[in-house]
């Protein structure tokens, strides 16, 4: 008998899943499991590099990427945050000048792409940080990625069983 579409779905759901709760290999699987709901997550940097094996040398060129970055993004997002300000402002006016606000439109867009030109150069520095084994682990979780993301929803209603 062949399997349905939604049994074949969720087969690749939990396999994805699978793979990337275990692409990090037996250093992971070794990790201490933080206690469920109530332990405070550690920060997001930690949990990539524990998760990718990072070594100490490329913890270090990370953090200064990260730094680079923040220091680079901080005053266009507080420009931006000014912009969006003063078009919400301009905008609360009887009758706001249509110039000024395709003039702000466009200031904020390219406070945005400028933003994200920062966030994707940060994130082709940290990839050039990693080796192979390091790229395979991450290719993987973005594999997964999409599907895992309805592990919670399912955990929340008690449908899966938890791991501790």
């Not at 953090?63 to 993004?73: G, M, P, S, V, Y």
């Not at 084994?133 to 979780?141: F, H, T």
């Amino acid at each position: 008998m062949r399997p349905s579409p939604k049994s074949s779905a969720l087969a690749t759901l939990a396999l994805a899943c699978l793979v990337a709760a275990t692409a990090a290999g037996p250093a992971a699987a070794q990790a201490p499991v933080l206690a469920p709901e109530h332990a405070a997550a550690p920060p997001p940097h930690v949990v990539v590099a524990e998760f990718l094996g990072l070594t100490d040398e490329q913890r270090e060129a990370w953090a200064a990427i990260r730094e680079e970055a923040r220091a680079a993004i901080a005053p266009l997002v507080e420009e931006l945050r000014g912009q969006e300000e003063a078009l919400h402002e301009l905008l609360a006016t009887p009758d706001p000048d249509p110039a000024a606000v395709g003039a702000l439109v466009l200031a904020i867009r390219e406070l945005r792409q400028a933003i994200r030109v920062e966030e994707q150069e940060a994130v082709a520095a940290f990839l050039a940080l990693l080796d192979d084994e390091q790229r395979g682990k991450l290719a993987r979780l973005r594999r997964a990625a999409p599907l895992c993301r309805v592990v919670p929803a399912f955990e929340a209603l008690h449908l899966l069983a938890r791991p501790y």
